[in-house]
């Protein structure tokens, strides 16, 4: 099935790497990694529990997508590239950022072609800048392009949309990242498959459960939906509950396709000194017509918290008072 060695070697190397890659102090389990027709998975989907899924073909077509062909193909628009001088990349909310106007960004949001981002990355230097490409794939793209992403196994994923009852597809980003940059924790409000093209990726997942132990930045702030924890030097005065995390842990290699569900935590990294990554996600609404039981799921009740604190802070229109009401509203009444 492989061609040009894609895919080849992906299990050998999985098994390696987490000798490699930097460890924390949380304990985490393995996600499992199984092939796409195990009884097994569809069990774990409907549960929304994430899972590696192996032999999808869902981005065959583009095996051959390294930084030389997208550089020849992908067109002269411009792509939303992210930078910062760390390998981690916070990101942030412009709309929000007037809430905070002395916040300082650790990540800068550029726009440039993907030949000049392909130029800094090539000639990047101890100390330079580190940059991250994160472009939807629209009509923007090169005829190549094209015919690539037409050529997905979109008859298998469209399958999955149905099976699952998931709303509209809503995105296909594409993701090209420099060695070692990392995503810091952070969950979405999509169900995602994210395939991996080239490179490998590792995954530090965590359950809905573990809100409390993550410390969500507030529904205003610009870094909304990340955690407020540094996870290589944490807090444990401001964030005691983050000695109780745990987590799960995924290595995704090409050919790969991680089920990533809806509200669960995740930090993305590229695993150091295995050279650049190329991934695309496929972003889901989630089903409409899912009823409220009892006891309440920790996706739910996720929801329901970011819901209650949305429609707070529009109420208020002033983020300042909204840490007061909210702390008013509990204590005396619910401690």
């Given at each position: 099935?492989?061609?040009?060695?894609?895919?080849?070697?992906?299990?050998?190397?999985?098994?390696?790497?987490?000798?490699?890659?930097?460890?924390?102090?949380?304990?985490?389990?393995?996600?499992?990694?199984?092939?796409?027709?195990?009884?097994?998975?569809?069990?774990?989907?409907?549960?929304?529990?994430?899972?590696?899924?192996?032999?999808?073909?869902?981005?065959?077509?583009?095996?051959?997508?390294?930084?030389?062909?997208?550089?020849?193909?992908?067109?002269?628009?411009?792509?939303?590239?992210?930078?910062?001088?760390?390998?981690?990349?916070?990101?942030?909310?412009?709309?929000?950022?007037?809430?905070?106007?002395?916040?300082?960004?650790?990540?800068?949001?550029?726009?440039?072609?993907?030949?000049?981002?392909?130029?800094?990355?090539?000639?990047?230097?101890?100390?330079?800048?580190?940059?991250?490409?994160?472009?939807?794939?629209?009509?923007?793209?090169?005829?190549?392009?094209?015919?690539?992403?037409?050529k997905f196994n979109w008859s298998w994923i469209t399958e999955q949309q149905k099976k699952y009852k998931w709303g509209a597809l809503t995105s296909n980003l594409l993701l090209v990242g420099m060695d070692g940059v990392i995503t810091p924790a952070h969950y979405d409000e999509q169900q995602n498959f994210f395939a991996q093209i080239g490179g490998y990726k590792r995954f530090l997942l965590f359950d809905p459960s573990m809100f409390e132990c993550l410390y969500p930045f507030p529904v205003y702030h610009p870094h909304d939906?990340?955690?407020?924890?540094?996870?290589?030097?944490?807090d444990l005065r401001r964030f005691p509950k983050f000695q109780d995390l745990r987590g799960y842990e995924a290595i995704v290699g090409p050919g790969d396709v991680l089920y990533l569900p809806i509200y669960w935590w995740h930090q993305v990294e590229s695993v150091p000194n295995r050279g650049m990554t190329f991934s695309v996600n496929f972003w889901y609404k989630s089903g409409s017509d899912e009823k409220i039981s009892y006891p309440l799921k920790p996706q739910q009740k996720v929801a329901m918290m970011r819901n209650i604190e949305k429609m707070v802070t529009s109420a208020i229109n002033n983020h300042e008072e909204v840490p007061h009401l909210m702390r008013t509203m509990v204590l005396g009444r619910y401690t």
């Open positions: 099935m492989a061609t040009n060695g894609w895919k080849e070697n992906v299990e050998e190397t999985v098994r390696n790497i987490p000798r490699e890659v930097k460890q924390y102090s949380f304990q985490t389990e393995p996600i499992p990694r199984l092939k796409y027709n195990d009884p097994e998975v569809e069990a774990l989907i409907r549960n929304e529990r994430p899972v590696i899924l192996t032999d999808t073909d869902l981005v065959k077509s583009a095996q051959h997508w390294n930084l030389d062909y997208l550089y020849s193909n992908i067109g002269s628009g411009k792509h939303t590239v992210y930078s910062s001088f760390k390998n981690k990349f916070l990101y942030y909310d412009d709309k929000k950022l007037p809430n905070f106007p002395n916040l300082v960004l650790q990540t800068n949001h550029e726009e440039m072609t993907f030949q000049e981002f392909t130029e800094k990355v090539r000639n990047h230097k101890t100390g330079d800048k580190i940059y991250y490409l994160q472009q939807a794939l629209n009509d923007s793209v090169g005829k190549s392009i094209v015919v690539d992403f037409v939906r990340q955690s407020q924890v540094d996870f290589d030097s944490p």
